[in-house]
C-alpha cells in the first residue's frame, strides 16, 4: 500500500492521540469526516492500522520499577524457542517478550511494585523456567516516548 501525504498526516495525528474521533481528525486535516472515516477504513483493512492501545501508567497503577531483562537460553536441554515464549508470555509482569539478535535471546520488560517485588518475580518466576541460562537486568530510570517515523 503507498501512503499518501494525507495518510501519513492522519497517521501521526492518531499515534499522537488515538481517541480522536473521525470528526475532530478531519477538522486537522482539512477532511471532511466521512473522508476521514474512509481514510482510516482503508488503512485498517490493509493492516497499516493494527489496532488501539490504552496505554496505563504504569507507577500510577502499581508498579513503580520497570526492568528490561536480557535473557540467554541455556545450549543444554534446547528447549524450543515457542516454548519458552509461551511460558514467559504467562507471567502477568511482562509486558513484553522480543526474540532479538545478540548476546541475548530475548529482551524482557518487566514490571513491578518494587525491587523486592522483582527479586521475587526474577527468582521464583523467571530463573526457574527450564532453557533459562544468563540473564541480565537494567533497571529503566527514566522513559521518553517518541512516535517514530511515519
Given at each position: 500500500m503507498?501512503?499518501?501525504?494525507?495518510?501519513?498526516?492522519?497517521?501521526?495525528?492518531?499515534?499522537?492521540?488515538?481517541?480522536?474521533?473521525?470528526?475532530?481528525?478531519?477538522?486537522?486535516?482539512?477532511?471532511?469526516?466521512?473522508?476521514?472515516?474512509?481514510?482510516?477504513?482503508?488503512?485498517?483493512?490493509?493492516?497499516?492500522?493494527?489496532?488501539?492501545?490504552?496505554?496505563?501508567?504504569?507507577?500510577?497503577?502499581?508498579?513503580?520499577v520497570t526492568v528490561f531483562l536480557g535473557v540467554k537460553l541455556a545450549t543444554k536441554g534446547r528447549v524450543s524457542l515457542e516454548d519458552f515464549e509461551r511460558a514467559v508470555g504467562a507471567i502477568p509482569e511482562v509486558q513484553s517478550v522480543d526474540h532479538v539478535l545478540g548476546l541475548y535471546d530475548y529482551r524482557l520488560r518487566v514490571v513491578a511494585r518494587d525491587l523486592a517485588d522483582f527479586e521475587r518475580v526474577l527468582r521464583r518466576r523467571i530463573m526457574t523456567m527450564p532453557g533459562v541460562g544468563d540473564v541480565e537486568a537494567n533497571v529503566l530510570l527514566s522513559e521518553e516516548r517518541r512516535p517514530g517515523p511515519i
Open positions: 503507498i501512503l499518501d501525504t494525507q495518510d501519513r498526516a492522519l497517521l501521526r495525528a492518531l499515534v499522537a492521540s488515538a481517541d480522536q474521533s473521525t470528526t475532530q481528525l478531519g477538522q486537522k486535516l482539512g477532511l471532511s469526516q466521512p473522508a476521514t472515516w474512509r481514510r482510516m477504513r482503508r488503512l485498517q483493512d490493509a493492516g497499516v492500522i493494527a489496532g488501539r492501545r490504552l496505554v496505563l501508567d504504569a507507577e500510577k497503577v502499581g508498579f513503580g
